[in-house]
């Protein structure tokens, strides 16, 4: 009996730490297992004892490629546990900022941390020796939705002007006027770029997965909706735990989320595109057209496509809100704080970002319950896995190895808010 070991010690392009352990005995997959290895951070414990206008600030250190989906679905929770009604001016900044938050981060993974894996480059910097041009359209690309959010947000890093009930200034007419002539230049580069992602070569892969998504009836559901899947579900946020459930899994010190009785789901593009794909704005439906991109897609290799099909509507949604925007009366909503149990949930780029708290009457958190999309999506990684390695097991070692290591980035997963390692183990008997 011969056993083979790969192991890579530095995948460069993920954020955070993780591993992935497969075991093969023959042409028997017997082991796979994703595990994420960081240190856990108590961030629902930390904010246990703390006034509910602080949630926004403290979780939004979570992460600091979406720390808007943080401060967004703590907002969301805190209204709804309040009452508080927020009008359509409000929402509609909410709206421009979350667009901000997709373009730099869409734009981030799609070119600098996916592409490589179609261009056959090791990383980004080796692709930039020979796309010098395209990348310096890609980081101006991003940095016209790191402008949107510090415009909206006060900077572009954990923004500082998100409040419950609304912001602490809103910007003027004039500011995000200045914004237009970036954004209608990253609109048209990004139908070309996602037009170019289309002419990648894909591997032969579907993988029907049960998709979940927050949904609207006339809008792609970004900053609130019910929630919604494939399989069924259509219900309220504040019914998340009915459908869903987090178990933890002894190799990893992160919680997996699965639907009850029914298993993994997967949640992020993806799953938004096939769940609303008509609500799409008019040059992101043409564009998935133009791409051959038809729902339901099941091929998650395909996922870059379907970010660059996102950001073309995040840049057209932001460039309408900036033409028809009116500077509002008055920046929020005054909110009075009262016991309860506040539900929210947001679609961070990379899916559904749920936050649930409990308060007292003097509005201090007393429970904490944040479920953000890679711990949703972590037994969705692993049955991919699973089917990829079924697939391919007559590649050898160093095939493979890329391969899964392409399968884990297809999610964009955001173990933490650091880039560190996946370190893959493959044992063959």
Request: charged letters at 20%; one cysteine or more; proline letters at 6%.
């Amino acid at each position: 009996m011969t056993t083979r070991t790969i192991r890579v010690k530095d995948l460069a392009r993920v954020e955070g730490e993780g591993g992935l352990h497969v075991s093969i005995e023959g042409d028997q997959v017997t082991q796979v297992s994703f595990t994420i290895h960081e240190p856990p951070r108590f961030f629902e414990a930390l904010l246990v004892g703390r006034r509910y206008d602080e949630a926004p600030d403290i979780t939004a250190r979570i992460c600091g490629i979406c720390p808007v989906a943080y401060q967004m679905s703590a907002c969301a929770a805190m209204e709804y546990a309040f009452g508080a009604v927020i009008p359509a001016p409000i929402r509609d900044l909410r709206r421009l900022l979350y667009c901000g938050e997709w373009i730099e981060s869409h734009v981030l993974h799609m070119f600098m941390l996916h592409a490589p894996d179609f261009l056959g480059y090791p990383g980004a910097v080796e692709m930039a020796q020979d796309h010098k041009a395209l990348v310096q359209k890609v980081l101006r690309a991003k940095k016209a939705g790191n402008s949107l959010m510090t415009a909206v947000g006060g900077r572009e890093i954990h923004p500082v002007n998100v409040r419950v009930g609304g912001f602490y200034k809103t910007p003027s007419r004039g500011q995000l006027q200045g914004l237009l002539g970036e954004l209608r230049w990253g609109l048209e580069f990004l139908i070309e770029a996602t037009k170019l992602t289309a002419t990648f070569q894909f591997p032969d892969a579907e993988y029907p997965r049960e998709h979940v998504a927050l949904s609207l009836p006339d809008e792609y559901a970004v900053v609130d909706g019910k929630i919604i899947s494939s399989g069924g579900i259509d219900i309220g946020v504040e019914r998340f735990d009915e459908f869903f459930e987090e178990s933890h899994e002894q190799r990893s010190n992160a919680l997996h989320c699965a639907i009850r009785g029914r298993g993994a789901y997967m949640t992020g593009p993806v799953a938004r595109f096939n769940l609303s794909h008509s609500l799409l704005s008019p040059l992101a439906r043409t564009t998935a057209s133009q791409c051959g991109l038809t729902p339901p897609v099941h091929n998650p290799f395909k996922s870059i496509i379907v970010r660059g099909v996102e950001t073309i509507h995040a840049f057209e949604t932001a460039i309408g809100l900036i033409e028809k925007y009116v500077e509002p009366e008055r920046p929020f909503v005054d909110v009075t704080p009262r016991a309860g149990v506040g539900h929210g949930a947001t679609e961070a780029p990379r899916g559904i970002l749920r936050h649930k708290y409990a308060l007292d009457e003097n509005g201090f958190i007393t429970h904490a319950v944040i479920v953000p999309p890679t711990a949703q999506n972590q037994k969705s990684i692993e049955a991919d896995l699973l089917l990829y390695i079924q697939a391919n097991l007559k590649m050898d070692d160093a095939r493979l190895t890329h391969g899964l290591e392409q399968a884990i980035r297809n999610y964009d997963p955001c173990i933490s808010c650091a880039t560190h390692a996946i370190n893959i183990m493959i044992d063959r008997k």
